[in-house]
């Protein structure tokens, strides 16, 4: 956690989910997301940038605010992707290229967001950060 940038940017959470989880969620009302592996791209504008925001999605216990806060409440922050100056909208196209992604539920995570069918995909099971060049 230490490594994390204070300066804003965009971030990346991979996030392991080991049960059912049902959502209420403005356009998927009634979804559910399975067991599984998910990435979540977001953005830290606000105080104390990704570090902070980052810290914020790790806790148990939270004020929920967002749909991501249902998921990382109910699963596991398994890694971590910084982007320190970085825009969650490309971080979240990259992501949606590789093979196997799939966006779960439309909509989550990117009510405020034009471009982005979601700013949630899901992930296959061997799904692994790759190292930077």
Known sequence: MDELTTEPGAYLLIIDLDAMLSL???KGA???LPPGRYGYCGSAYGPGGIRARVARHRRRTKTMRWHIDRLTAAGRVVAVRAEPGGDEC????RLRALPGVTIPIPGFGSTDCRHCPAHLVGLPANFSLPVRA
Do not use: E, I
Request: hydrophobic share 70%; glycine share 10%; aromatic share 0%.
């Open 24 to 26: 209420d969620v403005p």
């Open 30 to 32: 009634g979804a559910a």
């Open 90 to 93: 490309a971080l979240m196209a």
